[in-house]
């Protein structure tokens, strides 16, 4: 997690907040995950692999309540970088290198709660929510497999996902032990979005930002807003947001709420309020 410059922040808190008390509202809304699941094997029987996945998915024993929800997508700490689980849409792509993990984990807990089972159609990924369905599609002989994400990791620089190892062999990459893929999302809470109202309904997500001060003049809002950007990272970027002749000055970029109540924490920006829109 980034890590501004204590000195620096302070004096940009003094000038944001001293020139006008401002007050806001911070919306915060929850994810709604769907806690059943149903085996549709049979509609999805002539689609690629879908078939298989139902099969499979449906023998599983899948944890998918709110609470483990909340606790899967806070912020986390590994070998001391942060990673910060964020919604994602139907049809997004990531491409990268693809792992896998087998015998040394078999029949441990996963990070969700789960027993791993190497023989099931299951994935790790840093960020995505748990029970994301993906379709790995291995670029080097262009086999495809559908997988849950229900554990965390792969934490070694350049990978994206780790697959089980049923879903390694399935794309044909246990030997080489690593594969260039594309992994496209294709549904949340173990379920795919087969129709255009499902996937509009999974699209649905809120941005946050983290109001940081608010002025009269828009001089001093600009002046505070290019302050923060000398000092942000690349992840986020101060913009100003003008209404009711008030021109607020707010960090954007965070992916979810924990993400911008951690920057919040950890920037000692305690004066700030976080807003969802």
């Not at 980034?2 to 994810?31: E, G």
């Not at 000055?249 to 924490?265: N, P, R, T």
């Amino acid at each position: 997690m980034l890590l501004i410059n204590r000195k620096n922040i302070k004096n940009l808190i003094c000038i944001s907040f001293a020139v006008l008390i401002f007050t806001s509202c911070a919306s915060k809304s929850t994810y709604s995950f769907n806690e059943n699941y149903s085996n549709t094997s049979s509609k999805y029987s002539n689609k690629n692999n879908k078939k298989v996945y139902y099969r499979k998915i449906a023998k599983e024993k899948i944890r998918n309540s709110k609470a483990m929800h909340r606790a899967t997508m806070r912020p986390y700490k590994i070998a001391g970088k942060w990673y910060h689980p964020s919604l994602a849409k139907v049809g997004d792509v990531l491409n990268g290198i693809a792992s896998w993990y087998g015998p040394n984990f078999h029949a441990k807990k996963t990070s969700n709660g789960e027993v791993y089972n190497m023989y099931a159609l299951t994935a790790a990924h840093k960020t995505l929510p748990m029970n994301t369905i993906v379709k790995v599609i291995n670029l080097d002989n262009n086999k495809s497999i559908i997988v849950r994400v229900n554990d965390r990791g792969p934490f070694v620089s350049g990978r994206i996902i780790d697959l089980s190892n049923k879903a390694a062999h399935a794309v044909d990459m246990v030997k080489k032990g690593t594969a260039r893929v594309k992994v496209i999302i294709l549904g949340f809470n173990a379920t795919i979005a087969n129709t255009k109202s499902e996937r509009a309904e999974i699209k649905k997500s809120e941005n946050f930002f983290l109001q940081v001060g608010a002025f009269s003049k828009y001089k001093g809002a600009l002046n505070v807003k290019r302050k923060f950007n000398l000092i942000l990272e690349n992840n986020y970027q101060a913009i100003i947001k003008r209404s009711s002749n008030i021109n607020r000055v707010w960090i954007k970029g965070f992916k979810s709420l924990e993400e911008a109540e951690d920057f919040k924490m950890n920037n000692d920006l305690n004066s700030s309020v976080i807003i969802a829109q």
